[in-house]
């Protein structure tokens, strides 16, 4: 499985960015996919995930209202809309792929088999 993340890039607080994530070498539609951060000292944390068919997602407190998780099985194609961006939003950003299909690990990083290469996102105030 090959994941290659993409859309990172400075932003002014306020301002909102676009992250993709492309996936190729199963099938994309049979597994639920997330996003995670990793911000410059601290340990990787989850971000937002959502199911195989996209009829649920799950968010951590600090982006609710703010983040939307987003996919295009058609284009084996994960999305992350940030709005609302802040500088604690600051950090290297992770698509992950589980290789199992236990929803119940969504947030757990160390469930996550593949990872996209991670893309930066830096917001400033």
């Known amino acids: 499985v090959q994941l290659q993340a993409s859309g990172g890039g400075l932003v002014q607080a306020g301002g909102s960015l676009r992250l993709s994530c492309a996936a190729s070498g199963r099938t994309f539609s049979g597994y639920h996919m997330g996003w995670f951060r990793q911000a410059s000292g601290k340990e990787r944390e989850f971000v937002a995930a959502?199911?195989?068919?996209?009829?649920?997602?799950d968010y951590a407190d600090s982006v609710k209202g703010r983040f939307t998780i987003s996919r295009d099985n058609a284009k084996n194609t994960v999305y992350l809309q940030m709005n609302s961006l802040k500088p604690e939003d600051t950090a290297v950003y992770y698509c992950?792929?589980?290789?199992?299909?236990?929803?119940?690990?969504?947030?757990?990083?160390?469930?996550?088999?593949?990872w996209g290469q991670g893309t930066l996102v830096t917001v400033s105030s």
């Open positions: 959502i199911t195989s068919l996209g009829y649920s997602r």
């Open positions: 992950a792929a589980p290789d199992h299909t236990n929803w119940l690990y969504r947030s757990d990083v160390q469930k996550h088999a593949y």
